[in-house]
């Protein structure tokens, strides 16, 4: 069993940033996969950013050279830096864990909406 907990999200207007954080209840060192998910009213959950196993963050086309994922191991945390948010950022952000051989895993969210 994992646990994650989404953190950071809020009220931002449009050119302004945010930073999310995820806590897991186990350690992240060797998982499968890490990283964000978001889900915006009337489409389908999508992939913002990850982390596969020994290898570092990609990113969806919409949001690269905007949003910066990070992790700390030591921590079991994930990060996701969001800057120069967009309108159609808006979106509830979730938080996903994949543990090879057992399933995926996803925190509550946390909702991020810009707007001025």
């Known amino acids: 069993q994992v646990h994650l907990v989404e953190s950071g999200g809020g009220l931002v207007q449009p050119g302004g940033s945010l930073r999310l954080s995820c806590a897991s209840s186990r350690s992240i060192f060797n998982i499968a996969f890490i990283g964000w998910y978001r889900q915006a009213p009337g489409k389908e959950r999508e992939l913002v950013a990850g982390?596969?196993?020994?290898?570092?963050?990609s990113y969806a086309d919409s949001v690269k050279d905007r949003f910066t994922a990070s992790r700390d191991n030591a921590m079991n945390a994930v990060y996701l830096q969001m800057n120069s948010l967009k309108p159609e950022d808006t979106a509830v952000y979730y938080c996903?864990?994949?543990?090879?051989?057992?399933?995926?895993?996803w925190g509550r969210g946390t909702q991020v909406t810009v707007s001025s």
């Open positions: 982390f596969p196993r020994g290898g570092g963050p």
């Open positions: 996903k864990a994949r543990v090879e051989l057992v399933g995926d895993y």
